[in-house]
């Protein structure tokens, strides 16, 4: 299993492409694995979510203040609602979110965010339902060091 600024208007996420990309905690986390994740792509996953809450902290990724846009899609369970909120660590604990929104099942969240040169993302998201579940999120992103 693989794990987890603005987004139309609001704030989106560079750190979220590079949270839900990274590897799984099992293993121990390569520069490789680091530049893949970094040089954009897509990914589908499976995030636990333990009585509809799902919390996770990213490791402290090297970025260089790359601009990250995409999108995010949570298409599973087809129900209920998904409350997200996603804050850059690195930048400290009382920066603005780098994503907060809520959204439906394959409704599609954009995103773009500048990092500084670290990211740490720590995403919540709450399910309207508040039942165990696996959520199934695809994410897309590209990156650009001088847009």
Not at 12 to 28: D, E, F, N, W
């Amino acid at each position: 299993m693989q794990t987890p600024t603005r987004i139309l208007g609001m704030a989106t996420a560079v750190a979220l492409a590079l949270t839900l990309a990274t590897p799984a905690a099992a293993r121990a986390q390569s520069m490789s694995d680091i530049l893949e994740a970094i040089n954009g792509g897509s990914r589908d996953l499976a995030l636990p979510a333990a009585d509809g809450t799902l919390d996770y902290t990213s490791p402290l990724v090297p970025t260089a203040g790359l601009k990250f846009t995409g999108f995010l899609r949570i298409d599973a369970p087809a129900t209920g609602r998904w409350t997200l909120v996603i804050t850059d660590a690195a930048r400290g604990k009382d920066s603005e979110p780098v994503l907060q929104r809520t959204v439906r099942p394959g409704q599609p969240v954009g995103f773009v965010y500048r990092t500084g040169a670290t990211a740490q993302l720590k995403v919540s998201a709450r399910w309207s339902e508040k039942e165990s579940t696996t959520a199934q999120v695809h994410i897309e992103w590209h990156t650009c060091a001088v847009c």
